[in-house]
């Protein structure tokens, strides 16, 4: 019962006109954060976190969230238009977002991506709410065990990803994945790990350079050996900037799922 009326006296300090400044501000400024590759969400929340010395509490915390938000969401925009994700959590939307986008449809992914996020973070900060407290428990539990089948978890994940293609690719990324991973230091002994004789290596390899590596990098190479002509069909533009109704009820399990 005390959870519920905190929850319901932040939701009344929410709808302020000053709470509205901050959540307005702090998310086109997350937005701008995260569609520049090799900036993160929690880089800008990092870099933010001074400026909100001066204010409250209950502000600081809300700037603090929209730009974490804002940012996650603005790494869709590099992720559609350049295929070079603006975060790690974009670069699922660079596989069907950026093909969209050469075919000059563009509006209709990232709309598709605005209500995506939209939907998605309105069901994780409810689920946020009510299921913090155990999975911090469960969380705090977590063992070398559970940390290996994780593992394992995301590479069977990949590979499902790339079951339209091949899933072998997807195993082989995983444990490519894992493999750069481990390079570095452990985390118990700090024995340092397939570092090739470089000592820059001994931190490991940052997630941020290995994305901008793999899928910046690579889409540049990709500009620079492909013939000149015209890289987005014009034709086929389309000017929308909000999602349809039919649009969002067809991907509905997709939307739910992400």
């Known amino acids: 019962m005390d959870a519920i009326t905190a929850l319901i006296e932040a939701l009344t ?5 000053m709470s509205l400044f901050h959540v307005a501000w702090a998310t086109l400024l997350g937005i701008f954060v995260g569609s520049l590759p090799g ?9 933010l976190t001074t400026l909100t010395y001066t204010l409250e509490r209950d502000a600081a915390i809300l700037v603090l969230i929209c730009m974490y938000v804002g940012a996650i969401y603005g790494g869709s925009r590099s992720a559609i238009l350049l295929n070079i994700p603006g975060t790690p959590a974009s670069a699922a939307t660079s596989l069907d977002g950026y093909p969209l986008a050469k075919s000059g ?8 991506a605005t209500a995506g996020s ?4 309105l069901v994780g900060i409810i689920l946020l709410v009510l299921l913090a407290p155990p999975l911090a428990e469960v969380a705090l539990n977590f063992g070398s065990f559970e940390f290996f089948w994780l593992a394992v978890f995301g590479i069977v ?3 499902q990803l790339t079951a339209g293609t091949s899933q072998l690719k997807g195993y082989i990324a995983g444990l ?9 230091s452990e985390g118990i002994h700090a024995h340092v790990r397939f570092n090739l004789g470089f000592s820059d290596l001994n931190g490991g390899i940052a997630l941020i350079p290995a994305m901008v590596g793999a899928f ?8 620079m050996w492909r013939p000149r002509g015209t890289l987005i069909d014009s ?23 992400s």
Request: glycine fraction near 8%; charge should be positive; aromatic fraction near 8%.
């Open 13 to 17: 300090n929410l709808i302020t006109p």
């Open 39 to 47: 900036l993160t969400a929690t880089m800008g929340v990092a870099l």
């Open 105 to 112: 449809k563009a509006n209709y992914a990232m709309t598709l």
């Open 118 to 121: 939209a939907l998605g973070t």
């Open 157 to 159: 994940i990949s590979a």
């Open 176 to 184: 490519l994945g894992l493999m750069v991973a481990m390079i570095g």
């Open 216 to 223: 910046g990098f690579a889409e540049i190479l990709t500009v």
């Open 235 to 257: 034709k086929t533009n389309d000017a929308r900037t909000l999602p349809k109704f039919s649009d969002l009820w067809r991907y509905k399990f997709t939307i739910g799922r």
